[in-house]
């Protein structure tokens, strides 16, 4: 007997339901970016190695899916190489090439790539797969879509502004509350100076950005393993639990930071940041969450990240910004600044809540009862003029007993049916039967047509 089939852990097939889902949020995040602006591109799956190697720090590297090199890739090996070398290592030896980890390495290789054929600023959104070997739990996946959007060229924080409207109207647009952390890289900069520990900002920001996860006493042990001094996280102690409201933490860390140049350029941006919000505050939660690292090695300024106020799953949206990104790939100076909507997580959250719109469950609004030969020609035109007017619409396609047809409607969650018969062919009318109420009402085409367009 055959092995039942199966697909690798952290992946997932989406039946018909689930992707009418999908394509709900998927549809909604995608309105947004387009009415503020933002023009679609496309990646491929895989890039060349050395394009993604040592964009997200040592655990990021960890994770990315190496693609073995065709042929005999241990050709150019010496067998010391195959059995001495380390297995990380020895991946990048017969691997050129790796399944994308996020969209934003890409997109930076894209406007290099491409930066004569660009407008700046560039204003960009994507929505596709990414993949990261992690270890599969409840809202973590090895395969999953970010929805990101991102402008680069410019370094005014209304983009930053603009993002975190952009933030608001997706999700009050799909009835979600939610909290939007804000903070700054070169706040987190400016401590580790004031810390006496300006090298070790990427141990620093990796081990906070672990907070909710381990505790303080988890971050303050990895820091401690890592070789930060004890004195250095004596004076970070307190900050990793700082209370108040925003404006009460930005003014005890005006005086914390008073000797830090770059801490006090943070906090100024995240100043003039919050004063735009001001202007047209967000329905949202809008909080300063000092403890916000987002451990990605590229963020220099602006770091910004969306959890669900009513489900405990983790980040649902985040980003921020990157000064030099397009740097690695000869292009310096080049500033931009983005966000990424885990579509997979947010699937999660509405599906808990049960906040997907009836709408979102439906695919085919009209299903025609097959009579036989002579019904279906009357019915062929009529058919084609629904769904010319947009109205999804099926005809059974076996003259099946009646029973069984309206077995199918039920099934597919069908809304209306269509009885054509010869009374119908005779008279120029339809009988309209709308499932869920049993009412039937006689209508001509082009009544067909309005009322089925009105029940959209």
């Excluded at 549809?27 to 190695?49: C, Q, S, W, Y």
């Excluded at 890592?226 to 004596?234: N, P, V």
């Excluded at 009885?419 to 001509?444: A, C, F, N, S, Y």
Aim: net charge negative.
């Amino acid at each position: 007997m055959a092995n039942k089939p199966s697909i690798p852990k952290g992946t997932r097939d989406f039946s018909p339901l689930e992707m009418a889902r999908r394509n709900h949020i998927f549809d909604t995040i995608r309105r947004i970016f387009k009415v503020h602006g933002f023009l679609p591109i496309e990646t491929p799956a895989m890039e060349n190695l050395s394009s993604l190697m040592g964009k997200y720090g040592d655990e990021g590297d960890k994770l990315l899916f190496k693609i073995l090199n065709s042929g005999d890739f241990k050709a150019l090996l010496s067998p010391e190489d195959l059995s001495q070398t380390p297995a990380g290592k020895l991946g990048t030896m017969i691997s050129g090439k790796g399944l994308r980890y996020d969209l934003t390495v890409p997109f930076a290789r894209f406007v290099v790539q491409h930066r004569n054929e660009l407008t700046f600023p560039f204003k960009r959104y994507q929505i596709q797969p990414v993949w990261r070997a992690d270890r599969p739990q409840r809202g973590r996946y090895r395969e999953f879509y970010q929805c990101d959007v991102d402008v680069i060229g410019s370094t005014s924080l209304l983009n930053e502004f603009e993002l975190i409207q952009i933030i608001d109207e997706v999700f009050t647009a799909l009835g979600l509350k939610v909290v939007i952390k804000l903070n700054n890289r070169k706040v987190l900069a400016g401590i580790a100076e004031v810390i006496g520990a300006p090298e070790r900002m990427t141990d620093i920001t990796v081990a906070i950005d672990k907070l909710e996860k381990i505790g303080q006493e988890g971050v303050l042990a990895e820091l401690e393993q890592k070789g930060l001094s004890q004195d250095s996280i004596q004076k970070l102690d307190p900050l990793l639990l700082m209370e108040g409201s925003t404006q009460e933490k930005l003014e005890f860390l005006k005086k914390f930071l008073k000797a830090s140049e770059i801490g006090n350029e943070g906090l100024s941006e995240l100043g003039r940041l919050l004063d735009y919000v001001e202007t047209d505050p967000v329905g949202a939660d809008l909080e300063f969450d000092l403890t916000l690292a987002r451990g990605l090695n590229y963020y220099t300024g602006s770091i910004l990240e969306v959890k669900s106020a009513e489900v405990s799953i983790g980040s649902i949206c985040g980003g921020g910004r990157y000064d030099d990104l397009t740097g690695i790939f000869g292009l310096e100076g080049v500033s931009g600044v983005g966000i990424s909507f885990g579509a997979d997580r947010i699937y999660d959250v509405l599906n808990q809540l049960e906040r997907f719109p009836k709408r979102a469950t439906l695919d085919t609004t009209l299903l025609f009862v097959n009579f036989g030969e002579t019904e279906v020609k009357h019915i062929i035109p009529i058919l084609g003029s629904l769904r010319k007017n947009g109205i999804a619409t099926e005809l059974y396609p076996e003259q099946a007993k009646m029973k069984k047809q309206m077995t199918y409607a039920n099934s597919r969650e069908i809304p209306f049916v269509a009885l054509v018969g010869e009374q119908e062919i005779q008279d120029g009318h339809i009988t309209l039967k709308e499932m869920e109420t049993g009412k039937q009402e006689r209508l001509t085409p082009e009544e067909l047509v309005e009322r089925l367009s009105s029940a959209k």
